[in-house]
C-alpha cells in the first residue's frame, strides 16, 4: 500500500522558517497531484499548498509569497519550504497524493499522511 511520511515540523518564534517534507513509501504509477493540507483546533482542512505532475502549483490565500512547494517527481517527494511564519500557520500540516498507486489500479486513489505539528509561537 501507498503511505505518505511526513517530517520537519516542530516549533518557531513568529518570523521563522521550517521546512517540511513528505516521501511516498514505495513509488506511483502515476502521481497527479501532491502537497499539503492544514487542520488547525476546531477548524476545516485548507490547502495549503499543491502541485501537478504538468507543473501547475496552487496556494492558499493565507501563504502566498511565504511558502513555497516543491518536490522530486523522481523519487515521490514533495518539500514545503516555510517562511516567515506567523502565529496563524499553527496547525498539523498533512501531505496529500493522488494517482494511481500501481499498474493495476483502474483508477486515482487519494493518499492522506498522519500529519506532522507546527506551532509557532513566542
Known amino acids: 500500500q501507498v503511505q505518505l511520511v511526513e517530517s520537519g515540523g516542530g516549533m518557531v518564534q513568529p518570523g521563522g522558517s521550517l521546512r517540511l517534507s513528505c516521501a511516498a513509501s514505495?513509488?506511483?504509477?502515476?502521481?497527479?497531484?501532491m502537497g499539503w493540507y492544514r487542520q488547525a483546533p476546531g477548524k476545516q482542512r485548507e490547502l495549503v499548498a499543491l502541485?501537478?505532475?504538468?507543473?501547475?502549483?496552487n496556494y492558499g490565500i493565507s501563504v502566498k509569497g511565504r511558502f513555497a512547494i516543491s518536490g522530486d517527481s523522481a523519487q515521490n517527494t514533495v518539500f514545503l519550504q516555510m517562511n516567515s511564519l506567523k502565529v496563524e500557520d499553527t496547525a498539523v500540516y498533512y501531505c496529500?497524493?493522488?494517482?494511481?498507486?500501481?499498474?493495476?489500479?483502474?483508477?486515482?486513489?487519494?493518499?492522506w499522511g498522519q500529519g506532522t505539528q507546527v506551532i509557532v509561537s513566542s
Open positions: 502541485s501537478t505532475r504538468n507543473g501547475h502549483t
Open positions: 496529500y497524493a493522488q494517482g494511481l498507486p500501481d499498474i493495476t489500479s483502474l483508477h486515482e486513489s487519494t493518499f
Open positions: 514505495g513509488s506511483f504509477f502515476s502521481v497527479n497531484q
